[in-house]
């Protein structure tokens, strides 16, 4: 069983819906959670930084820790065809662990 | 601006030979890392660095060497033993205490073995 488990996808959605992005993961231990951004051919970007469990939202996203379940979530609302990417969860205690990533395409 | 410069963006390599990947950051941070990027796998940890003149091996280290002798530069050695380079190459830099703030991250350099 891997440490952090990501459906791969594809997802694909039409425009102005709503997105969940969603990781589980075995080690209780960790204690930081991210969510990345990767376009293709290019570095992955930090999207969300969350610490513990609860809630972050910044502008049409938000990442849920729910450390009891070992489950991670990212939202996007009102998806638009600049958020196609492939979507990276990572957690850490030290150690970053990284989901294998799901490509997420937004349909005009 | 801040951030992490990788070079060449392509790459290519011929069997048998060495090639090495260059990664540069002004971010002032200590610790760097790379990995390796396969469809479907992840980021896999090849080699990270918290300090200069130190570094340790990552989960996939095998046919890889690296060097930091200074604090800005992490130079990745894709030797003739790694079997299978044709990859993704991502390098990465971060605070100590590493899950503090996340990764930054460069643009990549994808290698391939012709």
């Known amino acids: 069983q891997k440490e952090v488990e990501q459906d791969p996808g594809p997802l694909s959605v039409p425009e102005g819906a709503i997105v969940s992005l969603n990781c589980t993961y075995s080690?209780?231990?960790?204690?930081?959670f991210m969510w990345y951004r990767q376009y293709s051919r290019k570095g992955p970007e930090l999207l969300m930084y969350?610490?513990?469990?609860g809630n972050k939202e910044d502008g049409r996203f938000t990442a849920q820790v729910d450390k009891s379940s070992k489950y991670i979530s990212l939202f996007i609302r009102d998806s638009q065809p600049s958020d196609s990417a492939t979507y990276l969860c990572?957690?850490?205690?030290?150690?970053?662990?990284f989901g294998a990533g799901t490509r997420l395409t937004v349909k005009p | 601006d801040g951030g992490i410069t990788q070079s060449p963006k392509y790459l290519f390599r011929k069997e048998g030979q060495n090639v090495t990947l260059s990664c540069e950051q002004n971010?002032?941070?200590?610790?760097m890392y790379w990995y390796r990027q396969d469809p479907g796998q992840g980021l896999r940890l090849i080699y990270y660095?918290?300090?200069?003149?130190?570094?340790q091996k990552g989960d996939i280290a095998e046919g890889y060497s690296v060097s930091r002798e200074k604090k800005e530069s992490f130079p990745l050695t894709v030797t003739s033993a790694q079997k299978n380079p044709t990859a993704f190459y991502l390098c990465?830099?971060?605070?100590?205490?590493?899950?503090?703030?996340?990764?930054?991250f460069g643009s990549g350099t994808r290698l391939t073995v012709v």
């Open positions: 080690n209780s231990a960790f204690q930081y």
């Open positions: 660095s918290q300090i200069v003149n130190d570094f």
């Open positions: 990465a830099s971060g605070t100590q205490g590493v899950g503090s703030s996340g990764y930054t």
């Open positions: 971010l002032n941070h200590d610790a």
């Open positions: 969350t610490y513990s469990s």
């Open positions: 990572a957690m850490s205690t030290g150690d970053m662990r």
